[in-house]
Each structure stands twice: as C-alpha cells, then as structure tokens.
C-alpha cells in the first residue's frame, strides 16, 4: 500500500514561525525619517500633472466568510484617462467581463458575460463621475481615489497616522512604502521611486470588518502623455440587452456562490 506524504514537510513549523513573525511586528514603528504625507503628496502632485493616463492591473477583493475563512477573488484589467472628462475602464474576473466608458457627455456600462448594457447622460470632470459611479450606480472603479484630480486633499485628510517604512519593489520596480491609518480603515501605497511618481500597489484593509478582509490593487504598463494609445472612450453594445441603470443588475466580483448575510 502506497502511502500519502506531506506534500510540504515542515509545513507546520513554517505557519508557526510566521504567525510568530507577525505577532512580533506588531508594534512597528517607522525607521525612517522622510514626511509620507509629503511623499503622497509628490505622487498626487504628479498624478494631477498628467492629462493623458494608461495602465493596466491585477485586483484582488478578499472576503470573509461566516466561518472567519478568507477568500481572495482575482481580477485584472486596463484604465484609460484623459482629463478633465473621458475615462474607459475593462475588467474581467472569474465572474465578470465589464466594460465602462465615459466620453464626457454619455456613460456606458456593459457586462459582457450577460450581455447587458445600460447608458446615462452625465457630465462633469472624472472626480463628478468617480462620485456618481459610487453612491448612484454602486460601480466604484478600481482605484478611484487615485484618479481624482487631487487624491491628496481626497485622502490626507483623514488620516490619523502616517509611516515611512522604507522601500520595496513591485514588478521589477521600486517603490516607496507609505502605511496611513484612518478611523475606518488602514490603507498602504507603494509609489515608483524617480520622476515618475506613480502608484504601484494601493492596499485597503478594513479594519473594523471581522477578519480585516482587504482590496489590493498592482498597476503595471504605466504610460502618460504621448505614450497613451489613442481611445474613442465609447463602448461597443452590438447584441447586448439595453436596460435603464437603476435597473442593472449586480454584475461585479461576486458571482452567484457567494451569497451576502440579509441584514
């Protein structure tokens, strides 16, 4: 009879080791003396310089179930900006494939896998669509503090503490890594060392949720100005099912086996 080996010896040690490792940073200070809010406010500075914006990226909206289990849902996808008015986002997930783009004057939202789409009248600069997206359509976009025109006066302002710890590298780039604490939430940024002072990872980590669940977002293939390829910032709805807005249904990270509480 064959027998079953552990796959990963000594992996019981290793939980042990880290959750001791984490156990014993919990009271980290930061070593460095460099201001983070200045350091935020160099990337914000920089983010509001640039009219022409592309990237794409890598988000994970992690979850917590009734049993205290964590469960991360993965996602990627590309953003396009052009200030003050034209966004076009994409973002496929293991249960969504959405396009949304806004030319200034209509707002088009698509879920491909349901073949359904709705448009609105709008208008206003990307920090009025960023805000109506939010508490109108419920379709907050990834990483929508970032693109207002001043994430500094968006987020500073809250805060209640600030650390410098020092650097890290995000795909191959490295970073400065800031760590901000609010009333409801902590939040972490690592920011491209250099003249381009872009965000790398953005971390928000609710911490008055049980089980702190956190959204995480990569952003690679940085391009502004004339390296940004030229977009119609409109969406395609050819065969897809025309419904009013308030009528769209949720067609976000969760699919239909995750199921929310009934409050």
Request: proline share 4%; aromatic share 8%; net charge negative.
């Given at each position: 009879m064959q027998h079953r080996h552990n796959k990963y010896p000594g992996s019981s040690t290793?939980?042990?080791?880290?959750?001791?490792?984490?156990?014993?940073?919990a009271g980290l200070t930061a070593a460095r003396a460099d201001d983070p809010k200045a350091m935020f406010k160099?990337?914000?500075?920089?983010?509001?310089?640039q009219k022409a914006i592309s990237f794409d990226f890598d988000s994970t909206l992690e979850i917590v179930t009734?049993?205290?289990?964590?469960?991360?849902?993965?996602?990627?996808?590309?953003?396009?900006?052009?200030?003050?008015?034209?966004?076009?986002?994409r973002r496929t997930g293991g249960f969504a494939n959405i396009e949304m783009a806004y030319d200034g004057v209509t707002l088009t939202m698509l879920g491909k896998n349901a073949n359904i789409y709705a448009q609105a009248?709008?208008?206003?600069?990307?920090?009025n669509l960023v805000e109506e997206l939010r508490n109108t359509y419920h379709r907050p976009l990834p990483a929508a503090d970032l693109l207002m025109?001043?994430?500094?006066?968006?987020?500073?302002?809250?805060?209640?503490?600030?650390?410098?710890?020092?650097?890290?590298?995000?795909?191959?780039?490295?970073?400065?890594?800031?760590?901000?604490?609010?009333?409801?939430?902590?939040?972490?940024i690592w920011i491209a060392q250099g003249a381009r002072r872009y965000p790398c990872?953005?971390?928000?980590?609710?911490?008055?949720?049980?089980?702190?669940?956190?959204?995480?977002?990569?952003?690679?293939?940085?391009?502004?100005?004339?390296?940004?390829?030229?977009?119609?910032?409109?969406?395609?709805t050819d065969g897809a099912k025309e419904m009013k807005?308030?009528?769209?249904?949720?067609?976000?990270?969760?699919?239909g086996i995750y199921k929310t509480k009934e409050k």
């Open positions: 290793s939980i042990l080791a880290l959750a001791f490792l984490v156990a014993n940073i160099e990337m914000s500075d920089y983010l509001a310089a009734d049993q205290g289990q964590k469960l991360g849902l993965a996602s990627s996808g590309a953003m396009t900006v052009n200030r003050p008015d034209k966004l076009h986002a009248k709008a208008s206003g600069t990307i920090d025109s001043n994430p500094y006066e968006q987020l500073i302002p809250l805060v209640v503490d600030a650390k410098d710890l020092g650097s890290g590298v995000i795909g191959g780039v490295e970073c400065d890594h800031l760590a901000f604490r609010t009333e409801d939430v902590d939040w972490q990872r953005y971390v928000i980590t609710s911490s008055k949720i049980a089980g702190s669940p956190q959204y995480t977002i990569d952003v690679r293939s940085w391009k502004t100005g004339d390296e940004v390829a030229k977009d119609s910032f409109k969406v395609a807005p308030g009528e769209l249904p949720d067609f976000d990270e969760l699919g």
